[in-house]
């Protein structure tokens, strides 16, 4: 062993290379393909069959289906800005696409993977449905406790992959969880480097 292999010592952790980033890549397209295959079926199948029909009562009353074309965004909000969602939801997408290139966590890979294909799903809708391009009406499905969005607003497969993935990415962002897959120094950790750095 050379000199400067002894000199060097064993690499610490915060020294290793960070892990490559394809892996985290393909988790994150995984995900969002799913969440946009499954939400496609779920949608496709609810128009063949609960079209024109009156909701149908699962779960002893807490679950109901049923067929509701949304113009707006999820859960039924800002319903007439339709074409301004389909540009907010490109927006997102691209957002991710750019944004998976410094991706190195799992748990980012999940929470973008589940938005991705979230977001996807109803923009499909809003591109190829009716009443026309950029105005497609978002199919919605799910009622919960009562029918027609009585207690809460009629859903779907994609708005609550939307809602999951939004709730990981700021649970990951409490627990100091980096996009890179490093983490975060705590607000204490930060104070104690200043401190040593004035010599206080």
Sequence with gaps: MSEESQDAGPRSSADAAPPHPAPRVRLLSAIAAAVLVLDVVTKVLAVA???????VEILGGLVYLQLVRNPGAAFSLATGYTWVLTIVAIGVVVVIVRVARRLRSTGWAVALGLVLGGALGNLVDRLFRAPGPLHGHVVDVVSLLAPDGRVWP??????SSIVSGGVLLVLLALLGRELDGTRAPRRADRREREEEATGE
Aim: net charge negative.
């Design 154 to 159: 009629v859903f779907n497969l994609a708005d």
């Design 49 to 55: 069959q609960l079209e024109d029909r009156e909701p």
